[in-house]
């Protein structure tokens, strides 16, 4: 059940309690800080409000958070520049299946993509994005296990530069959003890559989980701190999150969700559009 759907069961037949809407608004993963705010604007302009009048005032807070239009992927920069695109998060997220389904949906454009397998903390996903990668299509830059993250970034935007792709995509190892000296390493990556093109990485995404509620608000501000984030990828989407985090996240980081995932395929990831997440999955 959606939240303006739970918000209309919740107080058809009478008045709004405040309190209540406030709890039905955590309950749909919008955070503590955020529903408060949603709460304390409508007491203050709307005075008594019904179930139908309640649903339409949240619709109009999130939606004036979220925009209605979806943010592009940056376009390719001029041959020998290619848009990097930096992807991070915690274990466990599905995080290099994003950076594959991106990958995809990048070369469905008809864009050159290269991929650089910078998760070199397990020897599985350097495996799994080279599997990725032969199915698509996509070169993928490796190292040994363990190897150095920032070399394989670096030799990656490399041949991006040499070969005229148009988008290089960095797999980082998934970290603890708290594990000081793994954000640390995330910032040496992006001093590596400036080293090749100063503004690179343009682009500096998290991916997280939908079903993990206000823990993705908060690994998003730990990663802003190290990276400041330029997009989001949730995934997902189609099991037990109810994607209030994306608002959330958007409203106190100003980070905007980018992608969305919601299934295992390359073909189950979609641009994310603010207008059709808030009728159709809110």
Not at 136 to 145: A, C, H, I, R, S
């Amino acid at each position: 059940m959606g939240l303006f759907q739970s918000i209309l069961n919740r107080f058809r037949g009478h008045d709004v309690d405040w309190d209540d809407l406030e709890e039905t608004l955590i309950g749909g993963d919008l955070g503590v800080r955020l529903s408060t705010e949603i709460v304390e604007r409508l007491r203050r302009h709307k005075g008594k409000l019904d179930a139908e009048s309640a649903a339409n005032a949240c619709r109009e807070e999130i939606t004036a958070i979220l925009g209605t239009d979806p943010i592009p992927v940056p376009p390719p920069g001029p041959p020998g520049k290619p848009t990097v695109i930096l992807v991070a998060g915690v274990n466990g997220v599905g995080k290099t299946t994003s950076v594959a389904k991106l990958a995809a949906f990048l070369k469905n454009q008809g864009h050159e993509v290269v991929l650089a397998a910078a998760d070199t903390f397990r020897a599985a996903a350097i495996e799994q994005l080279k599997i990725w990668g032969e199915r698509l299509g996509v070169p993928v830059v490796t190292t040994q296990y363990q190897g150095d993250p920032s070399a394989v970034c670096f030799e990656a935007h490399q041949k991006a530069i040499a070969t005229g792709a148009a988008y290089l995509i960095c797999d980082t190892a998934g970290r603890l959003h708290t594990r000081h000296n793994l954000m640390e390493e995330l910032k040496k990556i992006r001093r590596t890559l400036a080293k090749q093109d100063e503004d690179a990485p343009q682009e500096r995404w998290i991916v997280v989980d939908a079903s993990t509620g206000s823990n993705a608000v908060s690994q998003a501000r730990e990663f802003q701190s190290a990276l400041d984030l330029t997009g989001v990828i949730v995934t997902k989407l189609d099991g037990s999150g109810k994607g209030g985090s994306v608002v959330a996240i958007r409203h106190e980081l100003g980070v905007p969700t980018r992608f969305i995932g919601t299934g295992e395929k390359a073909a189950d990831f979609e641009a994310f559009v603010p207008g059709r997440f808030v009728e159709t999955l809110l």
